[in-house]
Each structure stands twice: as C-alpha cells, then as structure tokens.
C-alpha cells in the first residue's frame, strides 16, 4: 500500500463526520464503486468552508443542491446556486466556502474513489446527528495537514 492508497479502516455509507464547518455524509464508497468514485453530500454553515488546495491523484466534481457556495477554481472566484455543476481536474487549485446566511447543500463526487472518504474520516471528527453542527471551534490544522499529506492533498496559501 502506497502513501495515498485508501486505508483499511474506511468510512461507512451513512456515516457522517463534521470538518471545517462542513457535516460530510458518506452516500457512496469506493468499497461500493469498484474503486471508481467515492460521493457525499456536505451540508456547509455560513460562512464556513475548504482553504484553497489541490490534488494530484485524484478528480473532484461539485453539484450544489441548496443555498449557494463561492468556488474558488484556478484562481477564480465564482458564486453557485442550486443546480450548478463544477468539475475539477487533478491538481487545480480550488475551495469553497458558503457566503450566504444558511446551511448550503451539496453533493461532492470524488474520482476514483477512497482517498478524499479516507480524508475526511480521518481529519474529520465523527457526529451522531447529520442536521446539527456541532460547536464551531478552529481547526487542528497540524492533524488537518497530516491527514491531506496522506491522501495527496496540498493545502494551499490563501489568495
């Protein structure tokens, strides 16, 4: 197993972890994909979101359900409601975040499958309830660096 191999010790479809704002629900799993894709729904609170960063190894498409995110893709800033689609290939530097004044929802497609699930179950903190955030507090950023190093992923200096 490689640096950037999916752990043995994988997230479970339902499960949900909470991480810089974000509940990360696990819909689809490598385990359940072939190894394709992985899929979840994140549910972001305002004014929270992802640090600019990139990865190398795998792709990652967004598809807003609710609310709107401002994405940030190569350097661009750009505002989605619902219905948007934003792809975005391996190693283009992107985050988001929610600028509105409610949760927004969206679903996170990654390609193939397993490392970012891994990610967020690691550097993410497990929640029983997927509707409540749980107090807002900063981030661990030495764990949160540690476990995107694992799975390929550069975080990047804000712009």
């Known amino acids: 197993m490689n640096a950037h191999s999916p752990s043995p010790a994988t997230a479970t479809a339902g499960s949900t972890v909470h991480l810089l704002g974000t509940l990360v629900t696990f819909r689809a799993l490598a385990a359940d994909t072939e190894g394709a894709f992985?899929?979840?729904?994140a549910v972001t609170a305002p004014g929270q979101g992802t640090p600019p960063h990139r990865?190398?190894?795998d792709a990652e498409a967004f598809y807003v359900l609710e609310g709107s995110f401002e994405f940030m893709?190569?350097?661009k800033t750009v505002t989605s409601g619902p219905g948007a689609f934003h792809y975005?290939?391996?190693?283009?530097p992107h985050g988001f975040r929610n600028p509105g004044t409610a949760p927004a929802k969206m679903l996170i497609?990654?390609?193939?499958?397993?490392?970012?699930?891994?990610?967020f179950r690691?550097?993410?903190d497990p929640?029983?309830?997927a509707t409540r955030f749980p107090p807002m507090a900063p981030p661990d950023i030495p764990r949160l660096v540690a476990a995107a190093g694992r799975y390929g992923i550069e975080m990047?200096?804000?712009a």
């Open 88 to 92: 975005v290939p391996r190693g283009m």
């Open 127 to 129: 929640v029983a309830d």
């Open 73 to 75: 893709l190569d350097g």
């Open 122 to 124: 690691e550097a993410g």
């Open 38 to 41: 992985s899929l979840v729904e």
């Open 109 to 119: 497609i990654n390609l193939p499958g397993g490392l970012h699930e891994n990610f």
């Open 55 to 57: 990865q190398n190894d």
């Open 156 to 158: 990047l200096p804000p």
